[in-house]
């Protein structure tokens, strides 16, 4: 249904199975590669990794495959394949391959791979040489679990073979165990000293069999991340601590207006200033036109450092010419979305017949729901260090979709994609913002522009200003109860600026799949269901923030849900499972399906509810809230209790997260992601909102946009389902329900209902 | 010329004094792990230590600092880990990491002025984490409160 069911950065893998003219294409016929077309049409391209073992004698150690590489001092390289942005998958993914493979966890060090791509045969010419590399909708998992159990389940093998051929005996008498090849007969001898024959041997094309779960020694355990020590030593590379020798710092003045453009600029006291290099105009988009490279035209100073480099972008005199939304305002977006709602939209969904239903219905009930912009504000900002030169280009910088690096530099120089090398560094903080690799376009331009390796720099207050915010809406909920306090019906009609503003090759009737994903609870769990969707109008450049909808819908269903429940003199809790009904799989046509279980989202809701202490007598000015959402393949409950005081002043005081995402591959490392999408999703609900005054964004800093600190973070208690479904990723599922759960428990504890976000620090 | 100290190494800078000691200490003196995060002191990811107290280095300026010991992230380990590093690890407390130097710093700081910190007083810690690991934080002040007594009782 949705066109980029799988989130932005998944798209990059078609555009990687489109090379542009400029590509020239190399066959390199090393890699087994499948190209199918998927049932949407789209080219879904797959390449068997693990092929094109490098071999013992060239490295000196021995390489299996593409991912691992045993020393021979017993060190077990792993490489790990994805952006490591927090979501813990430079952990996650190394210890499915070193499951399979039976590595002692100890032993294994973890390794950044590059990004890969190689030549097919077949059309398009090009595809993953390492599978998937990308952070986004949360699939670095469930990947995983299709191809890397493979990948570590295939070195096993050879390293098997390896000492079937050491001691002339038969493979079925050899068996593996934590670094070692065990022989029946009772002789042991180390993965390191198989090594070597086992990188000569060649790859299994053909799948193996794998672990049965039962056997399972590291998956399902609690790990700390790998890079723990790098991290709290100051070791840890992220991009702005990359450096190529020779380059200039990058800072750079960007037109505040939406779509505005530079009238003029005099850079007379910035060249001035001991250190600046060069002033250069950067090119940005048109008016109208997709956003395929940076996001606004600017000036930019290039400097010997980044003192020198922000001192002189202060210096600038510069005239911005305020675009065609030079008049936009938080007000006239809100304006905009009341006028909408007057009218009718697009149907997204059309079950039964609401109208009847309506016409029907004992009690109609509306509620409606007001969803800010928020911006991503990963704690690192923006920054990439690019070397363009005629025949090549090297990108280092923190990013999402390196496939998506690599395509700009190529849209922007021409240089064969096999010529482009993009090199992953640690990631601070994704949240979506960095699916989008504008900030690598610009630093493209400028050491193209400049002929000189290039470290851009953003501020706080560039990346706060210059962002892919979270839509912003207005959601109308309309439902219909029978007499006896059941729902008949229900009406989700929401007036968004959708996320695909300015996307490439998009159809204007495509503008809702990523604002209304139409199988979402409670569809299918009733007859009559309509979702409306409405096109707001707006400058602002949208984009995917962690959970994308989910967050924004969560918090308008959940708390519409409870709102029926008090309209129903029902409890909360068992109005919801009343809906949810016998547990049962559904078809999900969105990003997590196919199917979704009604009744693993009732058991996380019921979990939250027994952990919270549903039920309880509360004193006066205390309450319980509750809230449950299915996101991408992950199930998640939130149950929070809290007070509010005289003065409206509120506390959490417990907090619940129950969280079913199938089988937990490291325990730590989920839980952290429900800690985190916990606090995140809290902070975001209390405190965030991006306005917009004049066409231009009014927050520029923390001290305007005021994360969640210390003082308000509440413990967080995780009740992980013990699964043997297969896993989905985590990163996301923490999030939705906790705006919703926390403004359920406001309610409950003051009477005050909460429909416009952020709820700031106290309620009326 | 304004000479300090950094992590024990005396160093000379004779540029822009009017430098945040935040961009002396990444661009000048190499040493990347004290991070930039918002420029106008107000997350804390670029705290540091002058003559032992945390300060957030991205407002200092180097005028300031004539004959200063700074401390970074990568001069707080002697010989083995500092007990709050060691604690962040035993809690198994980043996610993204960026923030975690600054963090550490700050904890540091508390434990010095209040060696058996509570809630209140980790409650007083402003620095900002976007992932949200403050409640690890909480747990790793804690226990390298308890790392640091065992250790002193060694």
């Not at chain 1, 966890?105 to 045969?121: M, R």
């Not at chain 1, 409950?637 to 003065?647: L, R, T």
Request: hydrophobic residues 40%.
């Amino acid at each position: 249904m949705s066109i980029n069911p799988q989130g932005d950065w998944l798209a990059d893998l078609e555009t990687i199975a489109k090379p542009s003219a400029k590509t020239g294409i190399k066959l390199d016929r090393r890699g087994f590669i499948q190209a199918t077309l998927s049932a949407a049409g789209g080219l879904l391209v797959t390449a068997t990794i693990g092929t094109g073992a490098r071999r013992a004698e060239a490295a000196g150690v021995g390489e299996i495959g593409l991912f691992v590489r045993i020393e021979s001092d017993g060190t077990t390289v792993i490489g790990a394949r994805s952006p490591e942005i927090g979501q813990g998958v430079n952990t996650s993914l190394p210890m499915i391959i070193a499951e399979e493979m039976d590595a002692d966890w100890a032993s294994v060090k973890v390794e950044q791979l590059p990004f890969g791509i190689v030549s097919t045969e077949a059309e398009p010419g090009l595809t993953w040489k390492y599978g998937p590399q990308g952070a986004g909708g949360s699939t670095n998992i469930p990947d995983a679990w299709s191809d890397l159990r493979q990948v570590g389940a295939k070195v096993r093998q050879l390293l098997r073979q390896a000492a079937a051929q050491h001691w002339n005996t038969d493979l079925d008498r050899l068996s593996t165990e934590g670094g070692v090849v065990r022989h029946a007969d009772g002789r042991r001898i180390s993965y390191a000293a198989l090594a070597g024959i086992a990188a000569t041997l060649p790859w299994p094309e053909e799948a193996v069999a794998l672990k049965s779960a039962k056997d399972y020694r590291l998956i399902g355990t609690a790990q700390g991340q790998v890079a723990l020590r790098e991290i709290v030593t100051g070791q840890a590379g992220f991009g702005i601590d990359a450096r190529i020798p020779g380059a200039l710092v990058a800072v750079v003045a960007r037109c505040p207006y939406f779509d505005g453009e530079l009238e003029s600029f005099d850079a007379t006291e910035a060249k001035k200033i001991p250190g600046v290099r060069e002033v250069l105009v950067l090119p940005g988009p048109k008016h109208g036109q997709p956003i395929t490279e940076n996001l606004a035209t600017g000036v930019a100073v290039l400097a010997n450092d980044s003192w020198a480099a922000i001192k002189g972008r202060r210096a600038l005199k510069i005239r911005w010419k305020p675009g065609p939304y030079g008049h936009e305002s938080s007000e006239s977006l809100d304006q905009q979305c009341r006028e909408l709602l007057k009218g009718e939209g697009i149907r997204c969904r059309d079950d039964g017949d609401f109208d009847a239903a309506r016409r029907s219905a004992a009690q109609t009930i509306e509620g409606n729901y007001r969803v800010p912009y928020v911006s991503h504000c990963p704690m690192e900002p923006q920054n990439a260090c690019v070397h363009v030169q005629p025949d090549r280009v090297l990108i280092i910088a923190p990013m999402q979709s390196p496939s998506g690096a690599s395509r700009v530099a190529n849209q922007i120089t021409g240089v064969d994609r096999f010529n482009i090398e993009v090199r992953m560094t640690r990631v601070g903080g994704g949240f979506g913002r960095r699916l989008t690799n504008d900030f690598v376009a610009e630093a493209v331009h400028l050491s193209k522009l400049s002929g000189k390796p290039i470290r851009l720099l953003w501020t706080r207050e560039d990346d706060l200003r210059h962002d892919f915010y979270r839509p912003f809406g207005h959601h109308q909920l309309i439902a219909t109860l029978d007499g006896r306090g059941a729902l008949t019906g229900w009406a989700h009609r929401l007036a968004s600026a959708s996320k695909y503003y300015r996307r490439p090759n998009l159809k204007p009737e495509d503008m809702w799949t990523p604002e209304i994903y139409p199988d979402d609870f409670p569809a299918q769990l009733l007859a009559n269901v309509r979702m409306e969707w409405f096109a707001v109008d707006s400058g602002m450049t949208r984009g995917s923030w962690r959970a994308p909808a989910h967050t924004a819908n969560a918090f308008a269903v959940q708390s519409f849900v409870d709102e029926l429940a008090v309209a129903a003199d029902r409890d909360p809790v068992d109005f919801r499972l009343a809906i949810l009904g016998q547990g049962q799989e559904y078809s999900y046509s969105g990003h997590g399906g196919p199917t979704f279980d009604s009744g693993r989202l009732a058991g996380v809701l019921r979990l939250a509810a027994a952990r919270i202490g549903w039920g309880r007598k509360m004193p006066k000015g205390r309450g319980l809230g509750i809230a449950a959402h299915f996101t991408f393949g992950g199930y998640a409950a939130h149950a929070m209790e809290v007070s509010v005081a005289e003065d409206g002043s509120y506390r959490i005081e417990r907090c619940v997260c129950a969280v079913d995402v199938g089988r937990p591959i490291n325990r730590s490392g989920l839980e952290a992601q429900m800690i985190g999408g916990t606090i995140d999703g809290i902070s975001t609900a209390r405190n965030l909102e991006i306005h917009i005054a004049g066409g231009q964004v009014v927050e520029s800093n923390f001290d305007t946009y005021p994360l969640l600190q210390m003082a308000d973070a509440p413990e967080v208690e995780v009740e992980i389902v013990d699964s043997d479904k297969d896993p989905s990723g985590a990163g996301e599922m923490g999030i939705p329900t906790a705006a919703p759960a926390l403004t359920n428990a406001i309610f409950a504890a003051s009477g005050v209902r909460v429909r416009s976000l952020p709820i700031g620090p106290t309620v009326a | 010329m304004i000479k300090l100290v950094v992590n024990g190494q005396p160093r000379e800078f004779d540029g822009d004094s009017s430098m945040p000691l935040l961009w002396y200490l990444r661009d000048h003196a190499h040493l990347t792990g004290t991070k930039f995060g918002c420029g106008i002191a107000q997350c804390g990811a670029c705290t540091v230590h002058v003559d032992g107290s945390a300060v957030r280095s991205c407002t200092l300026p180097m005028a300031a600092l004539e004959g200063k010991q700074i401390t970074t992230i990568e001069g707080l380990a002697g010989e083995r880990l500092h007990a709050v590093q060691q604690a962040w690890i035993e809690e198994d407390v980043p996610q993204c990491g960026y923030c975690q130097a600054g963090q550490i710093m700050a904890a540091v700081d508390l434990l010095k002025r209040d060696p058996d910190p509570g809630d209140e007083a980790i409650n007083t810690l402003t620095n900002l984490c976007r992932c949200g690991t403050y409640p690890r934080i909480r747990k790793a002040i804690k226990r390298a409160a308890q790392l640091a007594r065992a250790e002193g009782e060694q």
